[in-house]
């Protein structure tokens, strides 16, 4: 038997390790999360675990009320060191979860905590893991796992007064323009401010993007995202767009679509002529609980795999950005019951790859479901890598869990002779490291 997350967990086999131990001390670029670049630049310390993990991580709040506990103690008034224990108890019921993978993860390479968290260790590792914290901030974390780049997630009339560099850490804005595509006055008007002009019409709500897009890469910008459920059903043209847009308090859905998507499609062509690399998120249903939406807002647990993604719509959006226009672009599907047909379409437009697998899929399962069909149906090798897509500092230990899961790959492939063992090293480096570091031009 093995020990409990020891060095050889999810390593199955001795080409495992050895791939393992070439790529375990790689940087880390993280290239898509949501952590507060403000509490890096301010170095922050955590006042406990509890807050630590327990003040924003939207996973571990989903799987206690699973476990039926109370909402006190997830998004409730209970203190940290309540919420930790109530965490703790339901932790043994999570087995094959990614979380149980990441807290143990976190607590050995964090804290030196080689024990199982439960209801009767939890006391004893609340404490343990508070006396460690005194000398733990967000700049140590970063320093220990080696984190070279982070992109963080921000809206167009963010100011980014907080992306720099901070030690060997460079912070990046990422350019997330979702909320323009709800075409509220009240968001129109903050756009207008932040990019210092008028928008009365199409044209200067091109003109703000465009400033705001320069503004962006003057802070080192490199990448930008979008989020939605699908892919448009119709792109309006300009004289067409500049139409809706005049009239956008009183637009259908198929109208909104039309208009959606010709921003959609312009920001692509305006992302290619500066060198960023776009990001698209989709087959994912926000705030499903609108009772919960009302109390505890967004991102909070409530969010859902869409509907499987329509092929075709993802084709029609290709062909509205042609390859001499089209930036390199990242899909990530929620709902990855098609991905070998998504993963296809790779083959059919140069600069479009698959990403990791997001969010629900980036469990034990379907990181392997994720390897498998990119490189039967695409090309792994050109694969991009792990990100966090977190909020919280210690969740570096995903990058981790990747790189064994990944290890585990293509060690497999070698120990049955169907893998040149020369080639894998090399090839699990790329996928960790060299690949994105290469496209984001660090």
């Not at 607590?107 to 006391?123: D, H, M, V």
Request: net charge neutral; charged share 25%.
């Amino acid at each position: 038997m093995k020990e409990f997350f020891g060095e050889d967990v999810l390593l199955g086999g001795s080409a495992a390790k050895e791939i393992y131990a070439a790529v375990k001390e790689l940087p880390i670029i993280d290239y898509h999360c949501h952590l507060d670049e403000k509490k890096i630049a301010e170095n922050a310390k955590f006042s406990d675990i509890g807050e630590m993990w327990l003040s924003g991580d939207h996973y571990k709040w989903r799987a206690m009320r699973l476990c039926g506990v109370d909402e006190y103690y997830i998004t409730g008034a209970a203190s940290y060191r309540d919420k930790f224990i109530k965490y703790a108890e339901i932790l043994p019921a999570l087995i094959g979860n990614p979380l149980y993978y990441w807290t143990h993860l976190e607590l050995r390479q964090i804290f030196g905590i080689t024990e199982p968290l439960c209801a009767e260790s939890a006391e004893r590792i609340y404490a343990q893991a508070n006396e460690k914290l005194k000398d733990i901030s967000v700049e140590s974390l970063m320093k220990k796992y080696k984190v070279e780049f982070v992109a963080t997630t921000d809206d167009p009339v963010s100011d980014l007064k907080h992306h720099a560099v901070y030690g060997n850490t460079v912070v990046s804005p990422t350019f997330r323009p979702d909320k323009l595509y709800s075409f509220d006055e009240s968001y129109i008007n903050a756009l207008a401010f932040a990019a210092n002009v008028k928008i009365n019409s199409l044209a200067d709500l091109l003109a703000a993007l465009k400033k705001r897009l320069d503004y962006f890469v003057a802070h080192g910008c490199k990448i930008s995202d979008h989020g939605f459920e699908k892919f448009p059903r119709h792109y309006a043209d300009e004289k067409e767009a500049a139409f809706l847009f005049a009239r956008r308090d009183s637009l259908t859905s198929e109208e909104r679509d039309g208009l959606f998507g010709f921003i959609l499609v312009w920001l692509a062509k305006e992302y290619r002529k500066r060198g960023m690399i776009m990001q698209i998120h989709f087959a994912v249903i926000r705030n499903n609980n609108r009772d919960m939406f009302k109390t505890c807002g967004a991102d909070s647990g409530f969010d859902l795999i869409g509907e499987t993604p329509r092929v075709k719509a993802v084709v029609e959006f290709f062909n509205r950005v042609k390859d001499g226009e089209r930036p390199q672009t990242v899909l990530y599907t929620l709902n990855d019951s098609n991905l070998s047909a998504l993963a296809a379409v790779t083959g059919a437009f140069r600069n479009v790859r698959m990403g990791a697998a997001w969010w629900f899929n980036d469990t034990v399962s379907g990181i392997r479901r994720n390897l498998d069909i990119l490189a039967e149906y695409s090309c792994l090798g050109a694969n991009l890598g792990m990100l966090t897509d977190s909020r919280s500092f210690s969740s570096y230990a995903r990058f981790d869990f990747f790189r064994r899961i990944l290890s585990d790959y293509i060690g497999g492939k070698v120990e049955a002779g169907e893998y040149d063992a020369n080639a894998a090293k090399k090839l699990a480096e790329d996928i960790c490291y060299n690949n994105v570091k290469g496209a984001l031009g660090l």
